[in-house]
């Protein structure tokens, strides 16, 4: 495997998710043209803070139809926190700001119901759905969320993995080749780093 693309649209922990795949040894480079999108063997689409910021800045770069098109070319292709997020229809922190539409459903707010601090920030626990090839191995392993809001997807089948804070919400999803994590495997120690090699398996 010659290298993973990570795609860099100004927002997003990039170094850390980079020195990820470097301690697996692969070269992670920054990727910031549809060009190099489309080029890509294996895409990372990281992303921290707002959903309507992220889908902003990759519009403004014209990377949205390239993502899409990578998606749709079934290749290996992982959204992290925000950048799983962004992956969907719509986001109710946003609602007039369309996503990518990889993957359908819509990213919705913590309940205020349970008295759970929000952000939720921290460790949680994994529930693995069998049969995910990205979070094979990983079922009730703790990994490292930073987040309000969480995708909904439409299908039931999209759901990897979920996690309780309240309620279960979706912690990670898979369709194909698709992929996401609503935590950071980047920041999740030796769960983090085993899912940095089952993405690099798929």
């Known amino acids: 495997m010659s290298s993973v693309k990570i795609v860099d649209y100004g927002i997003g922990n990039l170094r850390s998710v980079e020195q990820a795949f470097i301690h697996e040894g692969i070269n992670a480079v920054f990727v910031h043209t549809p060009e190099e999108i489309l080029a890509a ?3 990372v689409l990281p992303g921290v803070g707002a959903f309507g910021d992220g889908m902003t800045e990759l519009n403004k770069h014209g990377l949205t139809d390239a993502i899409r098109q990578y998606a749709a070319s079934d290749r290996p292709l992982l959204g992290i926190c925000l950048g799983m997020q962004l ?14 539409g990889v993957l359908p459903g819509r990213v919705v707010r913590f309940s205020n119901d349970h008295g759970l601090k929000i952000p939720q920030i921290g460790w949680n626990q994994l529930s693995v759905t069998p ?5 094979d191995g990983c079922d009730r392993s703790f990994v490292y969320f930073v987040h309000s809001y969480y995708a909904k997807p439409a299908m039931q089948s999209d759901i990897a993995a979920t996690a309780d804070y309240g309620d279960l919400f979706t912690a990670a999803v898979e369709r194909g080749r698709v992929g996401g994590c609503q935590f950071h495997p980047e920041k999740s120690q030796d769960a983090g780093l085993h899912i940095v090699r089952n993405f690099l398996k798929i």
């Open 41 to 43: 063997e294996r895409l």
């Open 87 to 100: 992956l969907f229809d719509s986001s109710d922190e946003t609602p007039d700001i369309p996503g990518l």
């Open 131 to 135: 049969g995910s090839r990205l979070l």
